[in-house]
């Protein structure tokens, strides 16, 4: 597999852990790849309960998090990673969702959310929102319309 370079003018997320989730196939492929291109290791969940698990063995830098998804949202797994006692609570978090009107009536979507982006995402802005989360401190209560 090729690695991303400046050449190509992709993020070098190489050493950065991303939990994905997302109950689609398709999705959860396409930015897993997107993401691998880009040097990070990638640890792709197809549900929160499945995330979850991920999360009990791996710190993950950045989480890029499904909205709409069966048996719990993306804004309610990200509430409890929001509540976890340790570094977990306060991963940067990037949300995807088919259906920006209902993620954005969530009440406290800022809280679990640092930015979010309707499908079909649009990839280079995607990678630079993720490159900026990775560089600085979370920074709670801050919900970037990208």
Same mark, same amino acid.
């Given at each position: 597999?090729?690695?991303?370079?400046?050449?190509?003018?992709?993020?070098?997320?190489?050493?950065?852990?991303?939990?994905?989730?997302?109950?689609?196939?398709?999705?959860?492929?396409? =930015?897993?790849?997107?993401?691998?291109?880009?040097?990070?290791?990638?640890?792709?969940?197809?549900?929160?309960?499945?995330?979850?698990?991920?999360?009990?063995?791996?710190?993950?830098?950045?989480?890029?998090?499904?909205?709409?998804?069966?048996?719990?949202?993306?804004?309610?797994?990200?509430?409890?990673?929001?509540?976890?006692?340790?570094?977990?609570?306060?991963?940067?978090?990037?949300?995807?969702?088919?259906?920006?009107?209902?993620? =954005?009536?969530?009440?406290?979507?800022?809280?679990?959310?640092?930015?979010?982006?309707?499908?079909?995402?649009?990839?280079?802005?995607? =990678?630079?929102?993720?490159?900026?989360?990775?560089?600085?401190?979370?920074?709670?209560?801050?919900?970037?319309?990208?």
């Amino acid at each position: 597999m090729l690695r991303a370079s400046a050449d190509f003018g992709f993020p070098d997320f190489t050493g950065s852990t991303i939990l994905l989730v997302d109950d689609h196939r398709d999705s959860l492929d396409f =930015l897993g790849e997107i993401l691998r291109f880009c040097g990070a290791t990638v640890l792709a969940a197809w549900s929160t309960a499945h995330a979850r698990r991920h999360l009990r063995i791996f710190a993950p830098r950045l989480i890029v998090c499904d909205f709409q998804m069966p048996r719990e949202t993306g804004v309610e797994f990200m509430r409890w990673v929001r509540t976890q006692a340790d570094e977990r609570a306060t991963i940067p978090a990037i949300a995807v969702t088919g259906y920006a009107r209902d993620f =954005l009536r969530q009440r406290d979507v800022a809280f679990a959310f640092d930015a979010y982006f309707e499908k079909p995402v649009d990839v280079p802005r995607v =990678l630079a929102m993720a490159e900026v989360l990775l560089l600085k401190p979370r920074r709670r209560g801050e919900l970037k319309r990208a």
